[in-house]
């Protein structure tokens, strides 16, 4: 992890830092329309700070800010939060080889601060886990300069985000922009055709149930929706079922 | 924003980051081998995008727990923002795109 000094020192830290350069203007932005949308979604100033300093994971906080404002219970939001987070599992999977040499907690630090873009820049340089000791170091210190980048701006920017939204009148909407910042993410999730359908039912059912309490609606939208495309997905292809029936 | 905080909120919050770091390390918080059953590993697939579309249609689509009638701002600006993200694949552009359509609508005619 970046806080380690032997990691800092390591050549290849810095091209970790420069190699998410490029991308800290872009977090920042986002980080700071998230920090806008804390503060205006009604959490007050140590709330919307604390969430700031501590969950870094933008779209997991955005989608928890509506739940917490109507009074939803702590298990609707942690298990929101967890559903929206679930393309890291995925990650998870496939940095495991990575990381499975490091002591527990420096494994869990690393996860920790390995989001979206740092994950995508890490796995595009290196395409294969080291197998020697030197090429373990390189890849660590890589992948730490890259997450100190990425936590310094998205932290940074949101800290401010929540500083400027006092100044800025609730009537404007601006919390709007944490809604499109998910729109966002949403269509970047959509690269399967069983993707669309799962996103489409969802919809759906999110509406259909909304007067469920507690907002249960959204679990309910998660679970209808995935049990419907784990099903969709044990069907044949069209085509053969249509050869099958014509032999 | 509120002045007062709550000890719920405050614990939901620490829940949360607790949320982060066991998605993101949810493979190897165990170092010993663990295959996920199958049906699970499926279900990844097709759960955080049902998440976030359950959470982002009833904020687009409705006020107050009914639909909305007639022209809402926020549907326009979701349109658009999500039709940036087909042109530009930058989650950046489509808040300003969508926020750029939003707003002239929003406070301008009041949708």
Known sequence: MFLTEAVRR???FRVGLRAMAPQAPGVAAWGLMTGVAMAKSGLSLAESSLMALLVYAGSSQLASLPLIIAGAPAWVVLATGFCVNLRFVVFSLHLRPYLIHLPWWQRLAHGYVTADMSYAIFTHRFTQPATDAEGRAAQEAFLAGNAAINWSSWVGASLLGIALANFIPQHWGLGFAGILCLVGILCSLATTRLRVVSAIVASIAAVAAYSLPLKLNIVMAIAVAVLLCLSLERLPPARGRGKEALE | MSGTSDLWTLAVIVGLAAVTVITRSFFFISSRPWPLPRWAERGLQYAPIAALAAVVLPEVMMTQGQLIHGWDARV?????????????????????????VYLPLHLGLGW
């Open chain 1, 10 to 12: 390591h050549p290849e």
């Open chain 2, 76 to 100: 326009f600006g979701a349109i658009a923002g999500a039709a940036t993200f087909y042109v530009r694949r930058s989650v950046l552009a489509t808040i300003v795109v969508g926020m750029g």
